[in-house]
């Protein structure tokens, strides 16, 4: 009976290791515990109530809050930060610290006049509200009670984005600005802070590969591209046909691929020939099972980069050498898209480990607010870019199409220590060695049943005798442990607090003896 009680025991710790290993270390990779929090840190807020002033329900303002708290002193004064519940109840601070819950432009109006200074307050263009991303992102439709003169940013990541209205079709729809021309929809909590992550990856050029679609091109690809003048990536020439097998030695490497994108075909020409074809779902396919980073540039064109146009001239993509010598994607789109007059981007398929993000023209019609007025873009300038981009013997990218592995995915892959082995099963590994080790006198007791310390009259020399005692010893840790580190470690503890409880016991009774 004892011994059962003891196996439960060793069983229970070891399910709850198991669950540690595997929990997030950040909240941006929560699971379903984490977002049980939120809904709760969220319900909490929304019962504030209808309050005001300094005695206000303090409400956890995410990131928002540590963000005014880290701004510098004299830029305090006119930054409020702000979440909204669900309920529609919005909960303010200033930079002092005074909190206020309010709900309706009238609340806001009385709050504001001792939220902020009076100059600030005179002046409402000079107020910025740094929002935290999960409320309003949920229910857009709250923003409309902030001053419509004063700054609105989403604050996600650490970092501030600002967010406006657009109107499509008579509907307010609801867009933050990630860079000068790279906007997003803001349809859901995960996909904004998926969409933000990714414009946040840094673009190592060393790591990309700017592939030209060529019937005489290679079969496969090198290891390491061609690289040119100040570290860009030269176009590698490879047959299209076997494109799917040659990007399997390209694994974790960002590939760029150009063309013409219709109807889930990716349209190339050889030299001198017709117009050419390749399923781009296959691609898409082939470089998901090797983690790459596929980028699309659809530029309405069929001609590859590298090649000469019917003037002799050699094919370019406009934009493209400035954007790789940015530092992360999100600049990257930036400047690839300034000749299409910026880029609106969105999740279009999320599904598993990776992710689909397209990136298309960005029509920027006037706000419903004052401040929502953004540039103007017409055909007009869109028919004029492409007309100086042929005269120049460069393409123009229309659209961008990419998959790419999910936030998720590649922090996994970046925990793992050894390529191809899963992070979780690399973290289990070592964690049972070092338990293993902690329990050391359990599990050597254990190993000594398994294999028996040599006997020294078997070996004829010292060497011999020491070969064996070593292997002996690294097949112990590197393969015994691991299997039984969790559970040599919980027995080792339970007779160490067995020894401890009853230690008082052992004194006394060894007194009276």
Not at 124 to 151: C, H, M, W
Not at 158 to 179: C, H, Q, S, T
């Amino acid at each position: 009976m004892i011994w059962r009680v003891g196996a439960i025991k060793i069983l229970l710790c070891a399910a709850c290791f198991l669950v540690a290993i595997q929990f997030p270390q950040s909240r941006s990779y929560g699971g379903w515990f984490t977002r049980l929090v939120d809904k709760a840190s969220d319900a909490g807020g929304g019962g504030a109530g209808r309050k005001t002033g300094r005695s206000a329900r303090a409400v956890d303002l995410g990131e928002a809050g540590a963000f005014v708290t880290k701004l510098p002193q004299g830029s305090r004064g006119h930054a409020v930060a702000a979440s909204v519940s669900d309920d529609g109840h919005w909960h303010l601070m200033n930079g002092a610290g005074e909190r206020v819950t309010v709900s309706g432009s009238d609340e806001l109006e009385d709050a504001m006049k001792w939220l902020v200074s009076d100059g600030f307050n005179k002046d409402r263009r000079l107020i910025t509200f740094y929002i935290r991303d999960d409320g309003i992102v949920r229910n857009p439709e709250y923003i409309k009670i902030l001053p419509s003169v004063a700054q609105r940013v989403i604050v996600s990541r650490g970092k501030k984005y600002p967010v406006f209205f657009k109107r499509i079709k008579g509907e307010d729809v609801f867009f933050a600005n990630l860079r000068e021309g790279v906007d997003v929809r803001l349809g859901g909590v995960d996909n904004f802070r998926e969409v933000v992550w990714q414009m946040e990856k840094p673009l190592n050029r060393g790591d990309v590969r700017l592939l030209s679609l060529h019937q005489n091109g290679a079969k496969e690809l090198p290891q390491t591209g061609i690289v040119g003048s100040g570290g860009l990536p030269q176009p590698d020439q490879v047959d299209p046909y076997f494109l799917k097998s040659a990007l399997s030695s390209l694994k974790g490497q960002t590939v760029l691929v150009t063309g013409r994108v219709k109807d889930d075909l990716l349209y190339f020409q050889p030299s001198g020939g017709s117009d050419l074809s390749i399923f781009l779902a296959d691609i898409v396919k082939a470089a998901r099972a090797s983690d790459i980073r596929l980028i699309v540039l659809d530029t309405g064109q069929s001609r590859q980069p590298g090649g000469r146009d019917w003037l002799w001239r050699k094919v370019g993509i406009k934009g493209l050498e400035d954007g790789l010598m940015k530092l992360n994607f999100g600049d990257f789109l930036d400047t690839v898209g300034r000749s299409r007059g910026g880029f609106e981007v969105q999740i279009s398929d999320r599904g598993g480990a990776h992710l689909k993000l397209s990136a298309g023209p960005r029509v920027v019609p006037r706000g419903v607010l004052e401040h929502d007025n953004g540039p103007d873009y017409d055909g007009l300038g869109s028919a004029l870019t492409d007309v100086m981009a042929a005269i120049k013997g460069d393409m123009v990218v229309a659209t961008v199409m990419t998959s790419m592995p999910s936030s998720a995915r590649q922090k996994e892959l970046d925990d793992r220590i050894i390529p191809g082995i899963p992070s979780v099963w690399q973290h289990f590994y070592l964690g049972s060695i070092i338990l293993g080790l902690i329990g050391f006198p359990v599990a050597q007791r254990w190993w000594y049943k398994l294999w028996p310390p040599e006997d020294h009259g078997e070996y004829r020399t010292r060497i011999a005798l020491g070969g064996a005692v070593t292997i002996r010893w690294i097949l112990f840790v590197l393969v015994f442990l691991p299997i039984v580190g969790v559970a040599a470690f919980f027995v080792n503890l339970d007779g160490l607090a067995r020894r401890i409880i009853m230690a008082p016991y052992y004194w006394i009774a060894g007194r009276k003896a």
